[in-house]
C-alpha cells in the first residue's frame, strides 16, 4: 500500500498551540485513503525532531514525506523547495539548545531540492482560493533542519518535501498576525499530499523570484 508521511511540529515557546501541529491532527481526522497516512506532531527540538523522523521513515518506510511548520509572520502557504545544510539558530529550541554554524548532517550536500512537485502543488493550492507560493528558503532553525533531514533520510524513490504555514485564525498570537482559516490550512495540506500522490512532473511555469 502506498504511504504518507505527514508532519507538524507542538508549540514552541510560550505559545498555546502550533497550527502545523493542529492542522496536521485535521487531516488525519478526515483521511479517507485510499492511502495510508501515517501522522506525527514532531518536538520543535533540533536532536528531537530529526531523530524522530528518521524513526518514523525507518519503520514506515513512507512513499510521500510531508513535513509542516509554522512561519509566523507569512501571509501564504509556502510550498519550499530548497534545504541548506546550515543550522544557524538565531534563537534556542524548545530544549534551551541554540547551535550556530553547524550542518544538519554533517558530510553531507550543502543544499538539496525537494522532490515534490512544489510549482504544481502551490498553483493547486491557490487554484483552491487559499494564498500560496512557491518558497527558495526555510530559514535555518529546526524547520529547515526537518526539511534537509527528510531528503537525506528518505530511501530512492520517496519524494519528500516542506510546508509552511501561517498563524491560523484561531491561534494568532496577536490581532495584527498574518493569519489563515485552520480548516484552510488543513484544506491546503490535504491537496499537497493529493498532488505529491497523483503528479510525477512538476508544472513548467515560473515560480522564481526577484529577490
Known amino acids: 500500500m502506498t504511504t504518507v508521511l505527514l508532519t507538524g511540529f507542538e508549540p514552541f515557546g ?21 492511502e495510508m497516512l501515517i501522522t506525527a506532531v514532531l518536538p520543535v527540538t533540533f536532536t528531537g525532531a ?23 509572520g507569512r501571509a501564504a502557504i509556502g510550498v519550499e523547495r530548497v534545504a541548506v545544510n546550515l543550522v544557524d539558530a538565531r534563537i534556542p529550541d524548545n530544549v534551551g539548545e541554540q547551535p550556530v554554524d553547524v550542518p544538519s548532517v554533517p558530510g553531507a550536500a550543502t ?19 487559499i494564498p500560496a507560493e512557491v518558497s527558495y ?7 529547515n533542519h526537518v526539511f534537509f533531514t527528510a531528503l537525506e533520510a528518505a530511501a ?19 490581532a495584527d498576525s498574518a493569519i489563515l482559516p485552520l480548516s484552510d490550512i488543513a484544506r491546503a495540506l490535504e491537496i499537497a499530499v493529493r498532488t505529491s500522490l497523483d503528479v510525477t512532473a512538476d508544472a513548467s511555469t515560473p515560480g522564481g523570484t526577484l529577490h
Open 111 to 129: 543544499a538539496h531540492f525537494a522532490t515534490l512537485p512544489v510549482k504544481e502543488i502551490a498553483r493547486r493550492i491557490a487554484g483552491a482560493g
Open 137 to 143: 528558503s526555510a530559514g535555518t532553525f529546526v524547520c
Open 50 to 72: 530529526a531523530g524522530r523522523l528518521r524513526e518514523l521513515v525507518a519503520v514506515h518506510r513512507p512513499d510521500v514525506v510531508i513535513a509542516t511548520g509554522l512561519a509566523g
Open 156 to 174: 530512492s524513490g520517496t519524494r519528500a518535501g516542506f510546508i509552511h504555514v501561517p498563524w491560523s485564525a484561531e491561534h494568532a498570537p496577536s
Open 14 to 34: 510560550g505559545d498555546a498551540a502550533n497550527p502545523s501541529g493542529e492542522a496536521v491532527h485535521r487531516v488525519a481526522a478526515h483521511w479517507d485513503g485510499p
